[in-house]
């Protein structure tokens, strides 16, 4: 149901996809999960709770962020209880996750966790923006197909200044998110310096403009758009969930805000 325009196929793939993928299980949950180092066995000890994304089977490993440290814990480790969350977006899973005296190992070394979760994550918002992108493409063309064929009072409603100035809106949008994906992909595939704040601005522009295009289309289409038969409410939830994976607009203007000195 989501297309990716080129650019985000490219960057899914090797380094990037990996990073994606584990970033998309990432509990997170600092403050709220404690890890103890066993220092008899090796091992780390994990206590509280974390909600992880994208669920997909219950083999799966979790990168688990604690206040100072990364863990990864195996899917069906001792201790580690997963319960279903009911989401808007059905195309999307997510869990909450339980850890009981969970053993898991130490990424890095003690206490610098965050510094390697946090290039993870940046990879990550760069790859869900190119996503989102592919995403607000989709429903554009949707949007503009079915103002050609639909006609209201004798005439195509995309002949009313109205839907004009909504699609045009749209495309506006869509083509600015696309140079914000495409930049922050060239940062990614270069590992750059410029990495993290244009992570964090193609994650805020590309969210709201994937978000705001799933609306319009929905309004463009009228009555059937508001339809379960209609595949239109599916990019709108997805584009609601994307928004909010990963940190929301809001987050991540402070975060580029921090990270350029303003």
């Known amino acids: 149901m989501i297309s990716l325009f080129p650019a985000g196929r490219r960057i899914l793939r090797g380094a990037e996809h990996q990073a994606l993928r584990v970033a998309r299980r990432e509990a997170y949950a600092q403050g709220q999960i404690r890890s ?4 008899v066995r090796g091992v780390q000890r ?5 909600v992880v994304a994208d669920l997909q089977s219950a083999d799966d490993l979790f990168d688990v962020l604690t206040a100072r440290n990364g863990c990864p814990v195996q899917g069906d ?9 009911s989401t808007m977006d059905q195309t999307r899973k997510q869990a909450k996750l339980d850890f009981d005296n969970t053993p898991a190992e130490l990424i890095g070394e003690e206490g610098k966790g965050w510094d390697t979760i946090q290039t993870v994550l940046d990879l990550a918002a760069v790859a869900l923006a190119a996503e989102q992108v592919g995403g607000a493409q989709m429903v554009l063309e949707m949007a ?41 992909m060239w940062c990614a595939s270069e590992m750059n310096d410029e990495l993290p ?17 799933a609306a319009e289309n929905i309004q463009i289409h009228g009555g059937i758009g ?11 939830k997805r584009a ?22 303003i």
């Open 36 to 39: 103890i180092a066993d220092q």
């Open 46 to 50: 994990l206590d509280g709770q974390g």
């Open 226 to 236: 508001f339809t379960w038969e209609h595949p239109a409410h599916l990019y709108f």
């Open 77 to 85: 480790a001792a201790g580690l209880t997963k319960t279903n969350l």
């Open 240 to 261: 609601k969930s994307s928004e909010l994976l990963f940190g929301d607009p809001t987050y991540h203007r402070e975060q580029l805000a921090q990270r350029i000195g």
């Open 197 to 213: 704040s244009t992570a964090s601005l193609a994650k805020a522009y590309c969210s709201e403009a994937y978000f705001h295009a």
């Open 144 to 184: 503009v197909d079915y103002a050609k064929v639909r006609v209201q009072f004798g005439r195509p409603i995309g002949s009313f200044q109205a839907i004009k100035h909504k699609c045009a809106d749209m495309l506006l949008e869509v083509e600015s998110a696309k140079s914000a994906a495409y930049y922050g």
